[in-house]
């Protein structure tokens, strides 16, 4: 049975075989390329698969990526929007952790932070108290304002002239008169201010912080200043420009200030006015303003002309300074009050003749301690002013010499 099995195989082998060896050459060709075809459109379909699906994934890490960018198109972008909230985290609270990773650039107003609770600027802050003070009645309105790095300003004055004179064509030359240069220093000198407020009142969402310390600091800093540049004595302080040596116009000379009496004691008249504008040399005259305060300029403004005109003059559009005789009036408190030998009223180009020394930046030093519940706040700023060209302002005493 086995042999007869095996044989029948046997037989059926060949007929296989001898089918097979019947196939011609073209058709096993043809074969061949009908099982390549469908093997390569196997290979491609999964291949488009693949492709799909990581063009899907591509398109999903992309939108995550691009989210952040998109929102500008919806608001506008605040950059200041991190130091904002790490200064009022700080006010609040003294968390400092927000200024950590930030940029504090010099440039825009701003100190570092130390490791203690430190120094630090808001740049919106200071920017706020820097234009409050330029709005307040002080001769930094009309004065140079420079900032300086140092703790000092030079200013160099050439305030002789050069000799000179008429030669004949076989005389000798003689020697001509050589120019003296002056070197004023302005020192700088610390201005400070110390608000404070309850911590409940800090904690308050709805308290305006960067509004109320700005306010509080401008305040102290522009009375402080103006009362400085007027009155200062120099000592730990600006140098005003009354505390310098009076002498009559007459007998003026340099580092002092030349004053015209009114004639009049303890009063003036329109001559007087005229008198003071025209102490002043021409070079200067052009850019005069008078500064008086608020008692004088009532009083001023009551003077008329032969032809019964006035003299003062309110200004033509809003913020516009009053005029005297054509010539803009600063009402600075800071000036005195008209008395027997006072020198109530300036007249000069203090662009010229007063400059103002500043560092850029204002200090800020948070104290939650010294007194509880209210924390202080200890701003500081470094200014100095000093007479920069004693000819440029003339000075009006109400006396009859």
Sequence with gaps: MKWAHAAEQGKAMGKTEERESEISPVEEVRRAVTGFATDLKGFQAEMDTKLQQTEERMTMLDRKMTLPARTPL??????AAPHQKAFNAYVRNGDDDGFRGLEMESKSLSSAVNSDGGYLVDPQTAER????????ASVRAIASVVQVESTSYDVLVDYTDIGAGWATEAGPTSETGTPQIDRITIPLHELSALPKASQRLLDDAAFDIEGWLAGRIADKFARAEAAAFINGDGVDKPTGFLTHTQVHNDSWAWDALGYVPTGVDGDLTPDAVVDLIYALGAQYRANGSFIMNSKTAGRVRKLKDLDG??????GMAAGEPARL???PVLV?????????DAVAIAFGDFAAGYTVAERPDLR???????????VLFYATKRVGGDVSDFAAIKLLKFGLA
């Design 309 to 314: 005109r006035f003299l003062w003059s309110d």
């Design 129 to 136: 108290v820097k234009s409050v003070l330029k709005a307040t």
């Design 325 to 327: 005789m054509g010539y």
């Design 332 to 340: 600075a408190e800071d000036m005195p009050d008209v008395t027997t």
């Design 364 to 374: 800020i030093l948070r104290d939650p301690f010294s007194a509880k519940p209210h």
């Design 74 to 79: 919806v608001g506008a972008t605040d950059y």
